[in-house]
């Protein structure tokens, strides 16, 4: 792990930084994590590092085995398709009311649009991951719903390794995800309720359609 210059950091900035590197798969899943190496490489003690593993091993991303070692933790197929079923049913409620109800929603998104394309000119799979969950998080804002994302994103994070994945294995997925961005926010402009919902069952894929080619192409990722 190389070195880097960022000066001093809060135990949340390590953090975020641990937890980055395991959701866009800098660490991957089952790879071991010494503590020592992560502290040395951002300039800090050992105790925000242990702190920051703490935490994540509650959250789910770390496995810990006295003895054995500090582990990035599988992906778990069953727990993402359950989290990304409970995201589903509350953003088809959410969106599908905020049809006809508010102003000019395109003006709010068009930037995470923008950035979008050019992650997927650059395939650039964690500026793309990004700004899809800012675009459905403004989304969410605009419904006067963000505190129902902020309580949805708790568990929703521990689908973005696989969402990662899945562009990574294929730039037609990235594409593809950015014209359903683009056609939700076409039927806001349009009123189009059936559309939206036919969309978001797309969109959302409960039945995580790539999911078999993924484990058998990266065995090792997945439980």
């Not at 003895?67 to 589903?88: A, K, P």
Request: overall charge negative; hydrophobic content about 40%.
């Amino acid at each position: 792990m190389a070195r880097v210059s960022l000066g001093r950091l809060s135990k949340d900035e390590v953090l975020d930084i641990i937890r980055d590197k395991i959701l866009y798969l800098d660490f991957k899943p089952g790879q071991i994590i010494l503590d020592t190496e992560i502290a040395n490489s951002l300039q800090v003690s050992r105790t925000p590092v242990r702190e920051a593993l703490l935490f994540l091993k509650q959250s789910g991303f770390i496995n810990i085995y006295p003895q054995s070692g500090t582990f990035v933790s599988l992906i778990d197929i069953d727990l993402i398709r359950e989290i990304i079923y409970i995201r589903h049913i509350v953003e088809c409620e959410i969106l599908l009311n905020l049809i006809g109800t508010s102003g000019d929603i395109r003006g709010h998104v068009e930037k995470y649009i923008i950035l979008q394309e050019l992650a997927v000119k650059e395939n650039n799979q964690k500026d793309y991951v990004k700004n899809d969950h800012l675009f459905h998080e403004e989304l969410f804002t605009i419904a006067g719903h963000k505190r129902s994302w902020e309580l949805l994103q708790s568990q929703y994070m521990h689908t973005t390794r696989f969402h990662v994945l899945d562009f990574y294995n294929s730039k037609t997925v990235f594409a593809t995800s950015l014209e359903e961005h683009k056609e939700i926010i076409s039927c806001f402009e349009t009123g189009d309720r059936e559309r939206l919902k036919k969309l978001l069952d797309i969109h959302h894929d409960c039945d995580l359609r790539t999911a078999g080619a993924l484990k058998e192409k990266y065995p090792d990722y997945f439980i």
